[in-house]
């Protein structure tokens, strides 16, 4: 079975520049979850997906938003682009949604922002 | 909302020794504890995880316990090898909430 795939792997982007990002859950599962991981940090959650709703959402400004499809694939955008948002952004995904399910990341992809 | 912290920050061991890497966290409500392991460039991978109706589970080298009424768990690995080094992250789920808490991660390094 493919685990989570995510597109881009790498990207640089000028600031005041906007990017998305897309992620592919493991076939058959529901819920997307999306971090935010900069070097020396920790996983800083940003929001949630389920059945195309936005379950869940982090402290994060409005410039950063998600979506997700009716086949569970799931897109963040972020836009007007700040030096400080060069990070690894990680897509997880889970059978369902709800506590016990065990998340599951993609490779993650490396955002440059200059 | 859930908080999770994690200590320590860093930590370094001998070949052969064990290593502990402790969490707390402040929702009582939580019920799943997953510990995470992240080696340089990939993914964090699920290494072992707890439900709260379980005070311990092992596997091979390396263990979880959880005390509830303290809210801490943790994670033990016996006889450490060179590739145990990596950064390790405790999280932390609430009933229904979906979203898992993560601490701040621990690096691990195994000294030969």
């Known amino acids: 079975k493919a685990g989570v795939t995510q597109t881009p792997r790498y990207l640089i982007k000028t600031r005041g520049q906007q990017v998305t990002l897309s992620c592919s859950p493991i076939s058959g599962h529901r819920s997307v979850s999306w971090y935010q991981q900069t070097p020396g940090q920790g996983l800083q959650f940003l929001f949630e997906y389920f059945s195309e709703t936005q379950r869940n959402k982090g402290n994060f400004p409005g410039r950063f938003s998600g979506r997700q499809f009716s086949n569970s694939r799931s897109e963040m955008n972020v836009s007007t682009l700040e030096l400080g948002d060069s990070a690894l952004y990680l897509c997880?995904?889970?059978?369902?949604?709800?506590?016990?399910?065990?998340?599951?990341f993609g490779e993650g992809s490396w955002l440059t922002v200059v | 909302g859930e908080n999770v912290e994690q200590h320590p920050s860093t930590l370094s061991v001998q070949e052969g020794d064990s290593a502990v890497i402790k969490c707390t966290y402040s929702?009582?409500?939580?019920?799943?504890f997953p510990w995470y392991k992240q080696e340089l460039g990939k993914r964090p991978q699920l290494i072992i995880d707890?439900?709260?109706?379980?005070g311990e589970k092992k596997d091979q080298r390396i263990a979880v316990t959880l005390n509830k009424t303290a809210k801490h768990f943790s994670l033990h690995i016996t006889e450490t090898q060179p590739e145990d080094s990596a950064v390790y992250f405790c999280?932390?789920?609430?009933?229904?909430?979906?979203?898992?808490?993560f601490g701040d991660g621990t690096t691990l390094t195994v000294k030969p």
């Open positions: 707890i439900r709260s109706n379980v």
């Open positions: 997880a995904s889970s059978l369902d949604i709800g506590s016990g399910n065990t998340i599951y």
């Open positions: 999280a932390a789920s609430v009933t229904n909430a979906g979203k898992s808490t």
């Open positions: 929702d009582s409500a939580s019920n799943y």
